[in-house]
């Protein structure tokens, strides 16, 4: 199958209010009207590196998020675009005039891969989840919603703010004030992405705040049991790649090719190198390299918009750069930052 495609990672800095959009660069560019799609054969993905999770709770590495990303989605999405936040598994969502109480409306018929139903009872439990877990990084999404703290805390049973109602097909959020990303944030139920309750359920205990049993050490984490994406799990082999099949159920239709493959490499160099003599057919590439890779015929080069952001953190507490322990450092060495080249 012909090398059709890699990505351009653009550093990107993103700035967010309330009722503002995320500000970010790039295009995206367009298939002549001579490339048609063919069925079948597969797709090679760059990776450097083994996923630690493939479930988004317990998820806080790159190389996780693009594993369980394939598999577990978000009721909403940032288009590709625009950058701007629109319904994914979500039909509609509605924020209230006084900005306490958000309401997501479900897509009719939604199914796992394995032909169970979609139903916001998936979204309660993936919060319920992010909030008694001892493992997540994820626990602020939720500050501003009420009764969220008291569940993790284990005095109660459920999250009074999170309602599921008609039928599971909508999920009621009330907030104790103002968040201003709501509709984003919220869409992947704190995670990211949406577990398949029912066979984490199998395993879960609402009223102990013990996960080290349900959420935190399952096998399911490592062996994703049903697919809401364009993607099944297939097969794991660490070191070498995570293998998955198209997923026949998949709300916006089954990919045409046949099985993704993501490969894992030492480093970002080593991926590029990959790209460039055919062995990945798929893959993000740095902007220093974009020059070589976008004099490769064989290879089509994409730039997209993302909601996502870097950013650098000084460890203060660093032992070889004790150094960085002095605010002055601290602040000299973010001052020296050509922060508009970068914007750039």
Do not use: H
């Not at 602040?331 to 080249?341: E, F, K, N, R, T």
């Amino acid at each position: 199958m012909r090398r059709f495609m890699a990505l351009f990672g653009a550093l990107v800095l993103v700035a967010t209010a309330c009722g503002q959009g995320p500000a970010t660069t790039g295009e995206q560019a367009s298939a002549s009207a001579s490339e048609q799609p063919v069925a079948g054969g597969r797709i090679v993905v760059g990776a450097t590196g083994d996923p630690k999770t493939m479930q988004p709770v317990i998820s806080a590495d790159t190389q996780s998020s693009g594993i369980w990303n394939w598999l577990y989605l978000g009721l909403t999405r940032a288009n590709s675009k625009t950058g701007e936040t629109e319904p994914n598994l979500a039909q509609k969502f509605e924020l209230s005039s006084d900005g306490l109480t958000l309401t997501y409306t479900l897509r009719d018929n939604l199914v796992w891969s394995n032909g169970d139903p979609f139903t916001g009872d998936d979204y309660k439990y993936t919060a319920e989840a992010v909030m008694r877990s001892k493992k997540t990084v994820r626990k602020s999404t939720f500050d501003n919603v009420d009764g969220a703290k008291d569940y993790g805390d284990g005095k109660t049973d459920s999250i009074s703010g999170i309602q599921v109602s008609n039928g599971g097909k909508t999920i009621t959020i009330k907030f104790t004030k103002v968040f201003c990303p709501a509709t984003a944030a919220m869409g992947g139920a704190g995670a990211g992405g949406i577990l398949p309750s029912k066979q984490f359920k199998a395993q879960w205990d609402n009223k102990t705040t013990d996960t080290s049993k349900n959420i935190d050490d399952v096998a399911f984490n490592m062996n994703p049991p049903a697919s809401m994406g364009p993607w099944v799990f297939k097969s794991f082999q660490p070191g070498v790649q995570v293998t998955f099949a198209k997923n026949d159920k998949y709300f916006r239709g089954a990919p045409l090719v046949d099985e993704l493959v993501v490969k894992v490499y030492a480093d970002t160099t080593a991926v590029k190198n990959a790209l460039m003599t055919g062995e990945v057919t798929y893959a993000a590439v740095n902007p220093s390299d974009n020059d070589e890779v976008s004099k490769n015929d064989a290879l089509k080069l994409y730039r997209f918009k993302t909601s996502a952001y870097d950013y650098i953190d000084w460890n203060a507490k660093a032992a070889k750069a004790p150094w960085l322990a002095n605010v002055q450092v601290r602040q000299a060495l973010s001052y020296g930052i050509d922060v508009p080249a970068i914007v750039k």
